[in-house]
């Protein structure tokens, strides 16, 4: 059987599926592509076991067939050879595949297309319908601030939730929580469920510059992404999200605006004077003036500056990990930020000042040492 395909159209195709496959997977034939041709549609699928990506294009074929194809060896093939159309050769029998180009030709050794792992089946799933816009913002606010730690796994993903016409996505690494409420769903769906972080990654890559429909399916075990032709099932996470609503403050009166790109700027600055373990830097509010400083006793380094804030409250000094603040900074759109406070050993809360967007990010203060 052969095919022909476009160089440039199938490597986008395949970028958007490879980042799922594994560096060192448990299952050899995950380093593959899965291959197959039905009525001149060419679907690729690769997966982890955890996550399957899916995605469909229009090849001029004269059959049918699937087959395992290496993908590092295809795309390093593919993309050091120019654009220009390419034939693809299969033969079913040998597991063997022979790409034809205007330059030469390149024999690939093959695996058989029944030992790749089935696509999971989402069986009495329900549906909902949102656009790759609101998923693309939902999971660039809160991504950044998913855990590591394999000791918490429902901290490792994004917390899905839908109620009342209301979705709200969440994340926590237990220093920082980070909620981003949207509130135009238009079907009524009640339904909480957690999308591991690597799948949220594969996902955000994928996603279209346009804002196209997205549907999303899911039952008690696996949820499914897809739009256009690009189709990503996953399994969720199995355990239950802390409740990050009675973890938000609600008596966080003391209010400090400050410009946001004045605030990441000195941080950057002061981060080089921190504590390498800690990155703790100071924050002393007096007035319309913020006093920002850090130290590393260890080498006796220091660094002190002073930035204009419009200020509602009491004074205050509050230590926070500058490393986890500027993350949360770059991750937000605004010209201003508001810090809402309440005491030294209290979390604090970021928002953007002025918003369309309804994100929420909450910090934990280190504690100070005139505090402790």
């Given at each position: 059987?052969?095919?022909l395909?476009?160089?440039?159209t199938l490597?986008?195709h395949?970028?958007?599926?490879q980042?799922?496959?594994p ?22 699928t ?7 990506v ?11 067939g ?9 795309t390093d ?7 220009q159309?390419?034939?693809?050769h ?8 022979e790409?034809?180009s ?30 790759t816009?609101?998923?693309?913002l939902?999971i ?9 730690d ?11 939730k ?6 709200n ?35 955000r ?12 399916e ?19 996470i199995?355990e239950?999200?802390?409740?990050y609503?009675n ?5 966080n009166n ?5 410009d946001?790109?004045e ?24 007035g319309?003036?913020?006093q920002?400083?850090?130290?590393d006793?260890?080498?006796s380094?220091?660094?002190i ?8 409250g009491p004074?205050?000094?509050?230590g ?7 993350e ?6 605004s ?13 604090g809360i ?5 918003s ?5 990010m909450?910090i ?9």
């Amino acid at each position: 059987m052969k095919f022909l395909v476009n160089t440039n159209t199938l490597l986008k195709h395949l970028g958007s599926v490879q980042g799922v496959i594994p560096s060192n997977p448990l299952v050899p034939i995950l380093e593959n592509f899965l291959f197959d041709i039905r009525n001149g549609l060419l679907s690729v699928t690769a997966s982890d076991l955890q996550t399957t990506v899916i995605t469909q294009l229009a090849v001029n074929a004269d059959g049918e067939g699937s087959i395992c194809i290496p993908a590092k060896m295809l795309t390093d093939t593919l993309k050091n050879l120019p654009e220009q159309p390419v034939t693809f050769h299969i033969d079913f029998n040998t597991y063997s595949l022979e790409i034809v180009s205007d330059n030469g030709r390149y024999k690939i050794a093959c695996e058989n297309a029944s030992d790749f792992p089935k696509v999971p089946e989402l069986h009495k799933a329900e549906s909902l319908e949102v656009s790759t816009q609101l998923i693309s913002l939902a999971i660039n606010y809160t991504l950044f601030a998913t855990s590591t730690d394999e000791m918490k796994p429902a901290l490792n993903g994004i917390l899905f939730k839908f109620q009342k016409g209301i979705a709200n996505f969440v994340s926590s690494d237990s220093h920082r929580l980070i909620r981003y409420r949207y509130e135009g769903i238009s079907q009524d769906v009640e339904a909480s469920f957690i999308v591991h972080r690597k799948a949220m990654q594969i996902l955000r890559n994928a996603l279209p510059s346009e804002n196209v429909v997205l549907v999303m399916e899911f039952n008690a075990s696996n949820a499914m992404f897809s739009f256009g032709n690009y189709k990503m099932i996953c399994r969720l996470i199995d355990e239950r999200f802390p409740d990050y609503e009675n973890v938000i403050p609600l008596k966080n009166n003391n209010l400090i605006t400050i410009d946001r790109q004045e605030l990441i700027g000195c941080l950057k600055r002061l981060n080089i004077y921190a504590n390498k373990t800690t990155n703790q830097v100071r924050f002393k509010i007096s007035g319309n003036e913020m006093q920002v400083s850090a130290e590393d006793l260890d080498f006796s380094n220091e660094a002190i500056e002073r930035l204009f804030c419009e200020h509602d409250g009491p004074e205050i000094e509050i230590g926070f990990n500058a490393k986890f603040l500027l993350e949360m900074l770059n991750n937000l759109h605004s010209t201003s930020v508001t810090f809402r406070l309440s005491e030294p050993s209290r979390a604090g809360i970021v928002v953007p000042s002025k918003s369309e967007d309804d994100v929420l990010m909450l910090i934990m203060p280190i504690m100070l040492h005139n505090y402790a």
